[in-house]
T-cell receptor, first 113, second 117 residues
Framework: KNQVEQSPQSLIILEGKNCTLQ??????????LRWYKQDTGRGPVSLTI?????NTKSNGRYTATLDADTKQSSLHITASQLSDSASYIC????????????FGRGTSLIVHP | EPEVTQTPSHQVTQMGQEVILRCVPI?????FYWYRQILGQKVEFLVS????????KSEIFDDQFSVERPDGSNFTLKIRSTKLEDSAMYFC???????????????FGPGTRLTVL
């Protein structure tokens, strides 16, 4: 069964610090991997989209990496801000599954002043 | 900046009743989606819709669910006979390209919280 596992489940950091969130997936074959930011009570917002041939993709202070061989991705947040407090969700699409996206449970990030 | 809107923000209904959740996608988008997120759980894909037809649907999207684009702007999700386990946040999303396009970016609405009593 296609699965997307994220770690840690939750993370607390101080404002200005960096952090890295992990995503492991078993989805195969693989079409693309996305990272979303979801504020509490809101819809997800796209951060990055990567295909299997891409190793890294940046969007401002957010940098996603992908290792398609080990089926791992990470999201690195640089110089965190209070507004980064949110859930970060990894999503993988499988062309063998009609491209229906499989969502991870997300990592809840809290940035403290 | 254009955005996806959803109404109502919160819907309370009795078990067995029909509900219709409404969405206005971004105007130049062609693909529309519904997702749900049960409280504390992950987001789950329900259905995608293009050219007035369902293009993909998940196992969750059974006969009690239906979608419709009744006019040029609205996109609706109907649940015919609600169950307690239908209580969730329902998100509408839209995109220019479909989910088979690699760099297709979906824009999500703020969600409708459905509570079934």
């Amino acid at each position: 069964k296609n699965q997307v596992e994220q770690s840690p489940q939750s993370l607390i950091i101080l404002e200005g610090k960096n952090c890295t969130l992990q995503c492991n997936y078993t989805v195969s074959p693989f079409s693309n991997l996305r990272w979303y930011k979801q504020d509490t009570g809101r819809g997800p917002v796209s951060l990055t989209i990567m295909t299997f041939s891409e190793n890294t993709k940046s969007n401002g202070r957010y940098t996603a990496t992908l290792d398609a061989d080990t089926k791992q991705s990470s999201l690195h947040i640089t110089a965190s801000q209070l507004s980064d407090s949110a859930s970060y969700i990894c999503v993988v699409s499988n062309p063998g599954g009609s491209y229906i996206p499989t969502f991870g449970r997300g990592t809840s990030l809290i940035v403290h002043p | 900046e254009p955005e996806v809107t959803q109404t109502p923000s919160h819907q309370v209904t009795q078990m067995g009743q029909e509900v219709i959740l409404r969405c206005v996608p971004i105007s130049n988008h062609l693909y529309f989606y519904w997702y749900r997120q049960i409280l504390g759980q992950k987001v789950e894909f329900l259905v995608s819709f293009y050219n007035n037809e369902i293009s993909e649907k998940s196992e969750i999207f059974d006969d009690q669910f239906s979608v419709e684009r009744p006019d040029g702007s609205n996109f609706t999700l109907k649940i015919r006979s609600t169950k307690l386990e239908d209580s969730a946040m329902y998100f509408c999303a839209s995109s220019v390209g479909g989910i088979r396009f690699t760099y297709n970016e979906q824009f999500f609405g703020p969600g409708t919280r459905l509570t079934v009593l």
